[in-house]
């Protein structure tokens, strides 16, 4: 790991401040996986902006009839809270699907978002990455791409984002909260948060330079079946093969989100429409201009056999 400086930011506006002073900056929270990139020197920041301790740690219910989600709401207490359970159970059962119990109890709700990719060939310095080294190459392509994406990818990465949390906070519509260095404040869409990776894979998110997420918002509960099923290679402790984020209403209708394989958490909204008609004209919708590899062409069937298992879930429960 290499010599970096410290300091504790007072709010979040001053954190973001002091970001943009000093360059190769990051923010730390839980720090589950910016460590593990720093002992890696795939992430070699010179200043860390510690960001605990700026009351962020709170869920409060909003205007609207949602709740708020401060960015350092730890992972565990999230899954948890008694209005997360009751009203939005496939956020809960999402954040239980991950990680480790040690991990949950660190890990915070804006770090899980932004979580990089845990793609073997980034992880290992000797090979070539794109994301990691831009430029370099993607030695995925052409590698082991087993657990790799098959859709919404491109020639010059086929990593999955990781996080389970993400996948269902898609499916519930979620909007993420920001301040900027100037201390102006904004507030996206989650799925407009995360960026496919096209030419430039090292660039995941729509964030500007040093911009904080400071809380994420989910609206009014909107009922339904609310299921998470996620297929892995264990039964813990190891990313989606293929996850499922789900609220199925007694219609037939809802949302449908899937994890492990894209660059983001994929959903298109109007590819739910076929809920009705089955998982197969589903899944087609879904995965229309799907690009597998030969090791991973697998999740296309993966995909329409879970999501049979889903709707059948659903439909017992209702």
Not at 214 to 237: C, W
């Amino acid at each position: 790991m290499r010599p970096f400086t410290y300091l504790r930011a007072k709010s979040p506006a001053e954190a973001a401040a002091l970001a943009a002073q000093v360059n190769d900056s990051r923010f730390i929270g839980g720090g589950t996986n910016l460590l593990d990139l720093m002992k890696l020197e795939i992430e070699t920041p010179t200043h860390l902006i510690d960001v605990n301790g700026l009351a962020l740690d709170r869920i409060d219910a909003t205007p609207e009839g949602g709740l708020r989600i401060g960015a350092l709401v730890r992972n565990t207490d999230l899954a948890a809270d008694a209005r997360i359970r009751k009203d939005y159970g496939l956020l809960s059962r999402a954040l239980l699907a991950g990680a480790s119990g040690q991990l949950r109890n660190m890990a915070t709700t804006a770090g899980n978002l932004l979580q990089r990719t845990r793609c073997p060939y980034f992880y290992d310095t000797n090979q070539a990455c794109n994301k990691r080294q831009p430029g370099s190459g993607c030695a995925a392509i052409g590698g082991v791409s087993r657990q790799l994406g098959i859709i919404g990818v491109s020639d010059a990465c086929i990593a999955t984002h990781p996080s389970d949390m993400a996948v269902a906070m898609r499916a519930l519509d979620a909007q993420v909260e920001t301040v900027r260095p100037d201390g102006t404040t904004r507030s996206l869409a989650l799925t407009d948060l995360h960026r496919l990776p096209g030419t430039t894979p090292n660039i995941e998110t729509t964030l500007t330079p040093h911009e904080l997420i400071t809380a994420v918002t989910l609206p009014a509960p909107i009922g339904g079946s609310q299921i998470y099923q996620k297929v892995r290679d264990r039964s813990s402790y190891a990313f989606a093969l293929v996850s499922i984020a789900a609220v199925i209403h007694k219609d037939g209708t809802g949302r449908i989100a899937l994890g492990g394989v894209a660059h983001k958490p994929w959903r298109v909204e109007a590819a739910e429409s076929a809920l009705p008609q089955g998982a197969k004209a589903l899944t087609d919708q879904l995965l229309a201009g799907a690009t597998p590899t030969h090791d991973n062409a697998f999740k296309l069937i993966l995909v329409e056999r879970t999501l049979a298992s889903v709707m059948a879930q659903a439909r017992a429960q209702a």
